[in-house]
């Protein structure tokens, strides 16, 4: 066992006992392992709680990964999670705080020494929950994480009712088999709206990028991805509400994560006439500058920077935090295969209304469009693009995008784009998916 007096350095190797003599950092703190070796003791750094009404998160960072141990309790609702090899710091402590009243879910957490080198955590729950707790290796600017994270026993929401059964199958309601009127074309190829009979909604999900654990790109200024995103999006939704036929779907509308698989089953979950990911990316060089819309390719990228951003936004899931088990990768394996020809003729005309919008508001990063292969991008029934508002990592770009009437313009050119795409390409009436 460590020896708490001087004399018990004695039996560390020299280095070692140098350093904690010297006051070393409290992370590199060390105990003698049963080999006779210095092992680091665990020391939590951070903590983190992400409330929505999807489910609530709760991330502990730690210098080694943690070891857990949890139980449920009855009369009143209780999660108890006992963390091993720790002992209570100040972060730990600070956890009480981090729960807000609105919280969904956790009435209160409390934090506290339960034996020697044992922290006990206690959530108060508002209602009875599904906990899924696991722990991630470090990624990015994160170290070990334990994630705890608390969604309702009984979904509400029938759009996220899936998210109790990650392995099932999509089986949505189909809207009435019904095809709109064929519209009129004007002698410049489009169709006047107004004459066309809408005999069903267009639903369009709006997808903003990153949330909760994953901040997405950071700009110089400290301005996350996550947050100018999720205005605009929010922005671009009221302005398709307005219009009599479309309804809209947001796959998040707080700061919270979701994956990149949940975003695409959200999606189809609906019926999707449109998906639309809003990004607003970095790049190694903080010069570049502009917009860009991006479409999906399975035999490569259409440049080196599409190919660099397609490898940032896959990483959201490492980044953002997911238990990945083997049927979740047998889903992701799925849609890697899947094929979308046709599918990908309609995202490219998608795409080029889009290019030609957003081009009147701010400078095309490049004049055509891009393709690589984006994750979120893969439903294989749903013309889909990304768009990069603008690049975060460029000091006036950044300026830009946390600028509300920026956000506002975009938006505009956003809801334009739609609005030429369906204005050339009238939704057909959608038939039963499959359902087995």
Do not use: C
């Not at 508002?126 to 899924?132: H, M, R, V, W, Y």
């Not at 508002?389 to 334009?416: C, R, V």
């Amino acid at each position: 066992m460590p020896q708490s007096s001087s004399a018990g350095l004695e039996n560390l190797p020299q280095l070692a006992r140098r350093d904690i003599l010297r006051g070393a950092s409290a992370s590199l703190l060390l105990a003698v392992t049963p080999f006779g070796f210095a092992a680091p003791a665990a020391s939590v750094v951070a903590v983190r709680v992400w409330p929505a009404q999807a489910y609530t998160r709760v991330t502990i960072e730690s210098t080694v990964p943690l070891t857990f141990k949890q139980f449920s309790l009855k009369d009143p609702e209780r999660l108890v999670v006992d963390l091993e090899g720790i002992d209570i710091n100040n972060e730990l402590q600070s956890l009480a705080s981090k729960v807000g009243g609105d919280d969904p879910y956790i009435q209160q957490l409390r934090a506290a020494r339960n034996k020697p080198g044992t922290v006990r955590l206690v959530l108060d729950l508002k209602t009875e929950i599904k906990p899924q707790i696991f722990t991630l290796n470090p990624v990015g600017e994160y170290k070990h994480r334990l994630v705890i994270d608390l969604y309702p026993a009984s979904q509400n929401d029938p759009l996220l009712a899936f998210l109790d059964d990650q392995t099932s199958d999509i089986k949505p309601a189909p809207p009435a088999p019904v095809a709109p009127t064929k519209p009129e074309e004007n002698k410049d190829g489009t169709v006047d709206r107004s004459k066309m009979k809408v005999d069903r909604l267009i639903t369009i999900v709006l997808d903003p990028g990153h949330g909760g654990e994953d901040p997405g790109a950071v700009g110089p200024g400290g301005n996350h991805e996550k947050t100018v995103v999720l205005a605009i999006a929010k922005k671009l939704k009221a302005l398709l509400e307005n219009e009599p036929n479309m309804r809209v779907v947001l796959t998040r509308d707080g700061d919270f994560f979701v994956p990149l698989g949940v975003r695409v089953k959200k999606a189809r979950a609906v019926q999707a006439d449109l998906f639309v990911s809003i990004h607003a990316d970095a790049f190694t060089r903080p010069d570049a500058n502009g917009s860009s819309v991006f479409m999906l390719s399975e035999k490569g990228a259409s440049s080196t920077a599409a190919r660099w951003l397609a490898q940032t936004q896959n990483d959201a899931d490492l980044i953002g935090g997911v238990k990945i088990d083997v049927k979740d990768k047998a889903l992701a394996h799925t849609l890697m295969d899947l094929t979308q020809t046709a599918t990908n003729n309609d995202s490219m005309k998608l795409a080029k209304s889009m290019l030609g919008e957003i081009g009147n508001i701010n400078r095309l990063h490049k004049q055509n469009i891009e393709q690589a292969g984006f994750a979120v991008l893969k439903a294989p029934d749903i013309p889909s693009i990304l768009v990069e508002t603008a690049f975060i990592s460029n000091p006036q770009e950044e300026q830009k995008l946390i600028d509300e009437a920026y956000q506002h313009k975009m938006a505009g050119a956003l809801h334009k784009g739609i609005k030429r795409y369906f204005a050339k390409n009238p939704p057909l009436a959608k038939t039963r998916m499959a359902q087995s």
